[in-house]
């Protein structure tokens, strides 16, 4: 939309100078042609800000963001910076998979890659603090960097309304889907097990906030979804199963 009005400003702002529609010189601008300077400046600005993203140009970026909320465009501002955030959470749990490929034969890059995704998600959290995602992989990938990897009640307390979002999202695209009638028993069985991924992230950070019961409940469906969607990942499996035993380790523990 901007680069339609940018490519055109010039050209339809001289007809209005020459039909006579543009005041003189040190009179204040008629409302349409303040409008389409204002529309000008946004779609020039905006396109600034996408260039100095691409680039990663974060002090360039930063500036055009400023001009962007100076030209009342904090929408376009905001959406610039999900943008930017959910670029870099996706970097991050890339690097975080890649970590956990290498793990077992090279324990020290492993660290190192774990190292560079930390960075890239807290970077995220810079850009944009409460990540409004749409996405729930995204959120979920997030959330558990926070549930597991975080340092304070703040971070928890993030990590349990992402992944609460996700779950969200989720559930509701499968409850939309059996209403249009189109989901297959695939697509079915990878959301699912996307759901159970997420449950478990949900309740590590209600693990960490100390809320066991409530941990112990939400690891328990998590478990159950990963079961009934038929998850093969051993692993994965594992892995539930490993954080349940912690969660009720401690629940025995702080309840004797």
């Known amino acids: 939309m901007f680069r339609c009005v940018k490519s055109t400003f010039v050209g339809i702002g001289a ?14 601008p008629p409302l349409m042609l303040r409008d ?55 970097a991050a749990a890339n690097l975080d998979f890649q970590a956990q ?29 409460q990540f409004p995602s749409d996405d729930p992989q995204l959120l979920n990938a997030l959330g558990y960097y926070l549930a597991d990897r975080g340092h304070s009640y703040a971070d928890f307390e993030l990590a349990s309304e992402l992944t609460g979002r996700a779950i969200a999202l ?17 697509w079915l069985s990878e959301v699912q097990q996307q759901q159970a991924v997420t449950q478990d992230s949900y309740a590590w950070a ?9 941990a112990e ?14 998850m093969k990942d051993h692993e994965a499996l ?8 912690k969660i009720r380790s401690k629940k025995s523990e702080v309840g004797s």
Do not use: M
């Not at 490929?101 to 944009?128: D, I």
């Open 238 to 245: 594992a892995e539930l199963e490993l954080h349940l035993a």
């Open 217 to 230: 409940t939400a690891q328990q469906v998590a478990l159950a979804q990963a079961k009934s969607s038929g």
């Open 170 to 186: 989720l559930q509701k695209a499968i409850d939309e889907n059996k209403i249009a009638g189109v989901s297959g028993q695939q």
């Open 15 to 28: 007809v209005l100078f020459i039909s006579g529609c543009a005041k003189t010189p040190g009179s204040a």
């Open 101 to 129: 490929q290498v793990k077992k034969h090279n324990p020290a890059l492993s660290q190192q890659l774990q190292g560079e995704a930390g960075q890239k998600y807290r970077s995220a959290l810079r850009w944009s603090p």
């Open 36 to 90: 389409l300077a204002r529309s000008y400046l946004v779609g020039t600005t905006y396109d600034q800000a996408l260039i100095a993203a691409q680039q990663d140009d974060q002090r360039a970026l930063h500036d055009r963001l400023n001009q962007l909320d100076a030209l009342n465009a904090t929408d376009i501002s905001a959406d610039l910076q999900l943008t930017r955030a959910e670029d870099l959470v996706r």
């Open 206 to 214: 209600l693990y960490k906030l100390k809320r066991f019961d409530e």
